[in-house]
Nanobody
């Protein structure tokens, strides 16, 4: 069974950067796109970015040009590099593949 474990969240000032990691176990190849979602307090969970096994990427408009999703298939890990962070990026960030979700990692951006 696939498990996803996120890490890398934290508290940074606006304009700063963070890199989130999503480590997968229980499989070596995924036919699914690996996604990052986020959920701010009182808000619905929203799609942030996704990457296929071959490296095709997808982004929501609000993070284009600031966030970069990448993957290292040798490490079964997907990364989300987040630059120029804004207070509105504050949320719990989740990794997802198909019906599998990680536990989330908290990102807080101070103004």
């Amino acid at each position: 069974q696939v498990q996803l474990v996120e890490s890398g969240g934290g508290l940074v000032q606006a304009g700063g950067s963070l890199r989130l990691s999503c480590a997968a176990s229980g499989r070596t190849v995924s036919r699914y796109v690996t996604n990052w979602f986020r959920q701010a307090p009182g808000e619905e969970r929203e799609f942030v970015a996704g990457i296929s096994w071959s490296g095709v990427t997808y982004y929501t408009d609000s993070v284009k040009g600031r966030f970069t999703i990448s993957r290292d298939n040798t490490k079964n890990t997907v990364y989300l590099q987040m630059n120029s962070l804004k207070p509105e990026d504050t949320a719990l960030y989740y990794c997802n593949e198909g019906t599998t979700w990680g536990q989330g990692t908290k990102v807080t951006i101070s103004s």
